[in-house]
């Protein structure tokens, strides 16, 4: 495996393209925004975006493509929707049919891709304010809840709220607020802090996606937004055909996350 400290986030792209990385992306290329990934046939991609215009805060829509276009204009140059994400799911019907590390073959004209943010982004501010990142700690994914928060609806599409979770020293939560607070564009502010049951979370040790991580004595949990909500839309609307990134294998994108400070 190349040495990855170094890379250029059209470097690491590259690597991911030719199959050589295929593993969660949180703590590479630090400094670059993250994002998650819906892709929907055209009938339903106004849906989609209405549905992200009324819940920004877990769908925060960072660029969207043109119909069938493999390609981005703002936040990347040198990319390939297809095969730039470390791992891609596929939806039928609202069920999972597959994990793949490319959706070349699948591909459709009339393909609209959503980047939305992803809270991989505001890490490298929470690392720089002396606040520990436990899941780049321990070498793991983060780990995602499903919640008992509904969407506000938009068409066919509907669901619940994902959120993600990183223990927080009690003496250090509000740094944490006030760090990813000024970041709305990749989740912002958590929404909730402290217990997981008013969230609808029975068990913190058994994440819905990523893995569990180590919560010690005068840690809180914290939950931000998560941009997997919009997966589980998807199953709760059984749409046909969608293809969204797999958790915690986002693209990484050639945008600063400085550059996303300030802009709701």
């Not at 339903?44 to 204009?73: H, I, K, M, W």
Request: glycine residues 8%.
């Amino acid at each position: 495996m190349t040495n990855l400290t170094n890379l250029s986030p059209a470097e690491f792209r590259r690597l991911v393209r030719t199959g050589d990385f295929t593993s969660p992306t949180s703590g590479y290329c630090p400094g670059y925004t993250q994002a998650n990934l819906v892709i929907v046939p055209q009938r339903y991609a106004y849906d989609f975006l209405l549905l992200a215009q009324r819940n920004p805060r877990p769908c925060p829509v960072l660029e969207v493509s043109d119909a069938g276009s493999r390609g981005l204009t703002n936040f990347a140059t040198d990319v390939d929707l297809a095969n730039d994400f470390p791992k891609y799911r596929v939806y039928r019907g609202g069920e999972l049919n597959e994990e793949v590390t490319s959706v070349e073959r699948l591909w459709q004209d009339d393909f609209v891709s959503f980047l939305i943010g992803c809270s991989f982004s505001f890490e490298a501010e929470l690392l720089a304010a002396g606040i520990e990142v436990r899941h780049i700690t321990e070498g793991v994914n983060v780990p995602m809840y499903n919640t008992n928060l509904p969407l506000q609806g938009a068409g066919a599409l509907h669901g619940n709220m994902v959120v993600s979770m990183r223990p927080i020293p009690a003496s250090q939560v509000s740094k944490a607020v006030e760090v990813t607070a000024a970041m709305p564009r990749v989740h912002g502010a958590p929404i909730h802090v402290g217990n997981p049951a008013s969230l609808g979370i029975k068990d913190l040790s058994h994440p819905d996606y990523g893995d569990s991580v180590t919560i010690k004595d005068g840690e809180l949990p914290v939950f931000w937004p998560c941009g997997v909500t919009p997966q589980n839309a998807i199953m709760q609307s059984k749409l046909p055909l969608v293809i969204t990134h797999a958790p915690g294998h986002m693209l990484i994108t050639d945008v600063l996350n400085a550059d996303l400070k300030g802009n709701g």
